[in-house]
């Protein structure tokens, strides 16, 4: 248990910041899943649209410090890669 003011501090802002970031990789995790449903639909247009949706909420979970650069490149790259492999 935290004996000192600043170490219960901590305590509450990492819940604080573990909900926030949650949150933010939940949103990353539901417009990779859209491209997926799309694909597996066989949609291009809209596995284009939902890619090109995705793209920034991972640049954004890069920015925030929830995703790794090179994780988030490589995501966009395997999905890119089968839209493209779509048509």
């Known amino acids: 248990m935290a004996n000192t003011p600043q170490a219960k501090k901590r305590i509450r802002r990492n819940?604080?910041?573990?909900?926030?970031?949650?949150?933010?990789?939940?949103?990353?995790?539901?417009q990779v899943k859209k491209v997926e449903?799309?694909?597996?639909?066989?949609?291009?247009?809209?596995?284009?649209?939902?890619?090109?949706a995705t793209q920034p909420e991972l640049a954004r979970g890069v920015a925030n410090g929830v995703l790794h650069k090179?994780?988030?490149?490589?995501?966009?790259s395997r999905l890119t890669k089968r839209v493209a492999a779509l048509g």
């Open 15 to 30: 819940e604080r910041r573990a909900a926030i970031n949650g949150s933010r990789l939940s949103r990353i995790r539901t």
């Open 37 to 52: 449903a799309a694909l597996e639909a066989g949609d291009k247009d809209a596995a284009k649209a939902a890619l090109q």
């Open 70 to 76: 090179n994780t988030a490149s490589r995501k966009f």
